[in-house]
């Protein structure tokens, strides 16, 4: 059998094989963050399609820290019962679901966020007009015990872990930026300084969920920005992490700022093309051999899965966009159909959700009608 499919346990969580469904915004949440029967209805049809691990989207910890609208909250107690409801769903239809938890800091919006998007320093974030209000010493540790309290609402909801959200410009990889953070307190100058908020997260965490309960991160390996998170920036937070226990890593990069080298990209056409974060997945690597690593970006096709896998520079492969476009891949793969994902890598999947329609392949649309994508 292909390692692919071999079991793993992360921190007592047994999962049938080792491909993971990346954080991916649905935009199908009510203007309150609640759970929505479309949702419920994606991730069932994730769960069933043989994945072996669901990363839910990311779930804001504050509203100040919401970026879209139909974006999920795990920022208010009455937010669990519908949030109970979705995990009772994966687990009926065979699945695995750790919740990721956010605050969006500077890259967001007055208008989603209903206030002025906060951030470590007044500093705006690349992609993002708005320049931001820098948080106060004080309004940093009031931050950590949002992430802490969501913790706690995530484990209540019945997920079978948490992932912080490190990566792709949010407010934890804007604190470990040098570009982003010009801090005169302890929160900013040294690179020691800059990762510490991240590390009292995972610290506050921790506390609220207990040493049994599976954590993780996913982080920006590269912000791909001049002046910005480098590849030692991250080897430094990921060792660091490693040493308080964290459970595994997902390893990303790129910003909404970042142009063509940002986290989604296009023209994914050969094996070539995929995996475009793996030159700094070796990196953080060789800083946590003993952790296990989830890489994601543009993976598509199970022989450079089973690559990054058997030389042992990944434990798991994350998948995003084609996931999407074919919710039953894994199932596939599994059952010997060895082509390449069907996901063309166009990007057209976050267009309905922008429109409030929702997540969907619009290409599949094309072939098939929308009647076969979750609305």
Known sequence: MSRVFEPITINGLHLENRLVRSATWEGMALPDGTVTERLMTLYQR????????I?????????????????IGIHSDNLVPGLQKLTRTVHAAGGKIVAQIVHCGGQTT???????????SEISSPGYSEIPRALSTEEVREVVRWFADAAGRVRKAGFDGVQLHGAHGYLLAQFLSPLRNRRTDLYGGSRENRARFALEVYDAVRAAVGPAFPVMIKLNANDFLDGSTTE????????????KGIDAIEVSGGTAGSGSLGAARSNILTRADEAYFRPQ????????????????????????????????????????????????????WKQGDRRRADCISCRGCFVPARKGEGIRCTELDKLTGPGLNPR
Request: charged fraction near 20%.
């Open 232 to 243: 030692e920036d991250a080897a430094y937070l990921a060792r660091a992490l490693a040493d």
């Open 281 to 332: 997945l070796e990196t953080i690597r060789a800083a946590v051999p003993d952790i296990p690593l989830m890489l994601v970006g543009g993976l598509r096709s199970l022989e450079v899965i089973e690559d990054i896998l058997n030389t042992g520079l990944a434990e798991f492969a994350s998948l995003c966009r084609p996931l999407i476009r074919e919710p039953n891949l894994p199932l596939r």
């Open 46 to 53: 994730l769960a069933r399609g043989g994945v072996g691990l």
């Open 110 to 120: 007055r208008s989603t966020a209903g206030q002025r998007p906060v951030a470590p």
């Open 55 to 71: 990363i839910s989207s990311y779930l804001y910890v504050h509203p100040g820290g919401k970026q879209h609208p139909g974006q």
